[in-house]
């Protein structure tokens, strides 16, 4: 494993200059926004008061050189400090912080739900291609992939609460009646099942399935279209027409033979529509009041919280970068032809 | 259930004992389907094979053989269907039209039935020998997995017992334990070939079939799995079908042959010798191929190239490249097989009339002593030290670690071409004749060293030394289906050089046009015209003729011998003194490659172009040059004058290399020993780089390193022990092969 | 060939070498394979209808898509309103036919503006040498590690409120993918051997460039052309959705599903469904156009 470790370092420098890019890129961002932060901070208080303008960009750091003010928000950076929201009355960061596990509970029940549908539709399609299943699943994924989320989500919304009242109200993740859990992982599902409440653990399960599903669609739509492709090149290698000659059963090679080869690509993607998501979580979680990070880049968009949007902006980079080394890594350990 | 299956078939024994035979293929027919397109793969193929019988079937790329040999094994793709006749394996039915021969992963209720019928005849009854080099092993699974899976899945066996086969099964076919826990990946493509042969041995199948079981090996390695097969067959008795196109190849692998072209079987021949052919087709395919056994003035090529079998053929297929076709050899019957002799059956109506002797007269012979002695004229292309070092990434990675990953490609070669002369370069893959190449045609920088032409080093800095030069030198490129670009008509692509250095090509024409250009267009248009002229005239001398008829039709509908024949006119429009051909045949239909060859001797004999010939083949090295090279692992390790060179070889490689094209059995091991098939690498560079694979290594060949010394005038080697070994090579082996 | 040089055969011979010119020759070939199709065929139909209502919107809609009724407030569908009208009394298909116009120029024009600039970038970075080329991939790695809506929503917010507002942000987002897939296909082809072979015979970089390498490496870029267009339509009115860019009453589609989300009752299901129908069927024809281009332009299926 001495090359592992090797090829783990040198992935993470690697990253070293992505990261300060996103950095800079947020930072200038953050200051060609049109208007001064000071004047939409204070209000009109400070418009008819140049003096008190001018404390409060002090207190900003507005009035230091850019270069200066870019190291101050590095130093604050690498404290963790996304600066203060006004609007919250919170720091950003304890908000991202609160926030987040919100957020990845949401994209891991849309993966939970999607992944096996995606590859097992894949294989499918893949098993029996130009005839009419793989037809039809193929109009199916092109949908998944074509349908805006925000419109599946309230689609969904409509039929199953407006109309066939299953769904519970698409507000939040818990039933307002019902006690939610102590917050020890942030992780709802997983607070709820540490303490034993049921009763939170059902509403929380309940009020997760509908958002969830409403991502799945794009996940199912990609991950489909993928599998199936990879897996009808791998059916066509020399390699299976071997197996296939040594008259191994259907199953093996299928499960043993195609599908491990099949799913390398489909993991590359995966990894990238993980980080993708959210994106789709934004729109989600403001259509199900779901407290997590993309209602919080929601309440920030109409608030011009411009610090918050930047704070979601870097956190939602930096996720996606790590997700992204995660799925190279799995890569090496799938495929015993990439060498670290 | 296996009585039901039988039972019909009983009628068919009343014509044919099928049982007699392990496998028999009656009256075979396979079409493919391309989107519209129907391609006549095999037409009404009929031979058998009884136990412990191996036969040979041989043909150029896209007669079908392989899509014959699959067949039998039942594993043509879907889109592949069985028109008429039957495969009968011991007996029983294999394949028929009613039962495809095709496989798929995505089979149905049918062809799930067919699948249980055909499974105790999967590899317990037939098995196949891939192309191993090839991707025919999954690359995600242990070579160990692969090996137990065959057992534990289609014996129920127990996963550790299993293992313990395949270990044993490892062994016979001469690899380490190791390797069993190895991926494809981490192999050479011999040691795959081997795992991929001890697969096909693993169920102790009646019949084995060999699908270009060598191909794309090195010489030598070719030769090993060649001793490797013979030797299985003999242990395991079981019947063997190999199909290749290289014909030293499977006349020593088999005990009868078979000569397929345009999807028939052209002949069949009771032994495994080529003499007594006698299907012109036959003929023409052996005496296109120059050998090392004999010294052949004049490979014969065959006019035209293999028909497309997009429609069905009506008569003989080999009507149109036949010198002795007759009216008649367009009838219906003109192609089927009929006996001439016991065992032997010919798929021709004329030839056979002639005495075979006639035919043979063909095969002329070489005077022996070496012509043309050239080594006076003035040297016009050299390398002074050409060294070539790749360094993999200087990422973090290495500055990390200091770790340098350093490969020596070339190594301080000297080489000379002389005016008028064809020098060849042999080597096998991976010797770094190809990077040489590069760096002679300025396409590769050279870490060290010097490219000089006419005397004169090229400083790779100056731009205007670059472009005379490659005025003076062009490349020939191996693979003339991806060396011209397919979007442009034949006439573009042979006439870029002259688009391409308008400036440097001003000879008397072009600087007629100069006065013409004030006129504007005319001008243009006369030097287009002119050009038109030239890539004509560049077309005539490559032999594509007329060459009216070229200029306007685009690669792709054009053979790989027109492609590569293309290539060299577009090498010749701008009158170059050297020509660059690396490895100009390899890819090219058996068929196709003497002419080529013949092409390139007329260049030099025509129009005095030096040609600097890159090649693994010694036999072809031999035909066509005056001098050669033999490289290893990037250091030329023998040079001499080509008769000189191959009579007395003094380099245990070079002698290597000649006995394994010469491919009698055991002849390399009891000269050279078993150690020179170990692939085991020499690290240190201190001393001679092939003595870890030498039998007479002693001491000094690791301590110290050979140089390039002379052995005899124009005759130099890279051993210490040149000497000694000299000329025990080939002379020697052919006064005992024709004492035998 | 004529080599006589006869007068009046030189028109003809023009047109001749029309067709033989490369770009010409494999856009021809790529059109003809792409109708032959019916995938692509569908795609194209339904394109063209589009275009078509984006063209005649004027004479289309019955009603001004901005016309407010409240006496005609979330009426459901009727042969009156074909779509039944929303909050304000505004006829929804009127608002969908001019919401069309906007998405398609929306689409077009960003996907063209960041295509254009991400394929230059692309061929610089592939083509110059391994420092620009570092360099040039190192920023669009940049770019690449946001999540494309927040990253857009960022972009917009800066540049401001309206339609250009979007076209920059969807176009800026497009970059880095288009250049990543330019990059690659220059590499490819430039290790293509037809290419070493031009190199031998002398030609230069810039010969080289656009006579060999760029029309074999864009054919492959233009399916993402297609895709492009998709999910810019999908972007765009996924930011309208966000109440980022375009602000009603200018009618856009993802802006008029936001409405009945934020205003009224969802029970009034045709404020959602309709316009969200033909955000999905413009969108599945760009994929299904990408997807058949993908198809005929794989030159090895084409052999």
Redesign the interface.
Known sequence: MKGFTRFLIQRLIALVPTILGLIILTFFLSHVIPGNPALILGGQEVVENPTELHALEAELGLNKPLYIQFLIYLIQLAHFNLGFDYFQGQYIGHEIATRLPVSIELAIAAMVIGLPVAIYTGIFAALRTNKPADHATRVGTLLGISMPVYWIDLILIIVFYEYLHIAPAPFGQLSPFIKAPTPLTGFVILDSLIEGNLAALGSSLSHIILPAIGLSFAIIGTISRVTRSSLLDVINKDYMRTAFAIGFPRKILINKYALRNALLPALTVTAIQMGGLMGGVVLTETIFSWPGLGLYTYDSITNLDYGAIMAVVIVSGFLFVLVNLLADILYGVVDPRVKY | MEEQINKPEAIGKLEHNYEDYVLYVDDLSIEYTLGKTRIFAVSHVTFGIRTNESIGIVGESGCGKSTLAMAI?H?L?PNARVTSGRVYFKGKVVVSPEMGAS?S???DRKERKIENQ??IV???GI??I??GA?????????VGTQLS??FI??ESMHPEEAEARSRQLLAAVGLEDWVYDL?P?QLSGGMKQRV?IA?AISLNPALIIADEPTTSLDVITQYRIMEELLRLRKTFGVALVSISHDIALISRLSDRLMVMYAGILVEKLPSNSFDVAQHPYTHLLVNSIPNLEEDIAEVQPIRGSPPRLISPIVGCPFFERCDYAVMSCRDESAAVLRQTQPFHEVACSVLPIFASASVKAQKFRKRGAVENNVSDQAIVLEASGLTRIFEKRT???EI??GESNKITAVSRVDLTVRSGETVALVGETGSGKTTLSRML???DVPTNGLVKIMGEPINLKKRKE??AF??IV??I?Q?PF????????I??TVA??LS??RR?TSDKSSSMNDRFQQHGFGSV?SQA?NH??MVLKALQEVELTPP?DY??KYP?QLSGGQRQRV?IA?GLI?DPKILIADEPISMLDVSLRAGILNLLRKLKQDFGISVLYITHDVASARYLSDRIYVMYKGEIVETGETEDLIRKSAHPYTIALLLASIGIEGSISEKLGERIFSQSESTDNKGCLFAPRCQFAKDICSAEKPELLQVSQSHSSRCHFAQDIQGMGLTEIKAKKEAS | MDVSGNINSQPKKKLQRMKNLPWVRSLSKTATLFLRNKTGLVSIIVLLSYVVIAVFAGYIAPYSPTAIDLAQRQLPPSLKHLFGTDYFGHDVFSQIVFAIRLDLELAFLAVTIGYTIGVLAGVFAGYTGKFTDNAVMRVMDVFLAFPVLIFAVAIAIVVGEGFWAIVIAVSVTSIPGFSRIARSAILVTKNELYVTAAISQGASKAHILFRHVLPAAISPTIVFYALGLGSAILLSSGLSFLGVGIQPPTPELGAMIYQPFFYSELTDWWLVVFPGIFIVVIVIAFNMMGDTLREVTDVTLRR
Do not use: C
């Open positions: 094994a594993i793709p496989y992963i995505r089979y055909l499974s999967r590899w317990k098995s196949v891939f192309q090839l991707d025919s092993l999954n690359p995600v699974h242990k899976d065959i899945y289609r991926y990946h991929v697969m990422g973090i990675r990390a670690t045609g300025l396409l670059i472009a490659r005025k062009q490349t490129f693979d991806q060396s011209i670009n397919p979007r442009f008509p006439a573009s870029e050089p391409v250095n440097t248009l015209e038109e002229v009216e200029v306007e792709h290539s577009r701008v």
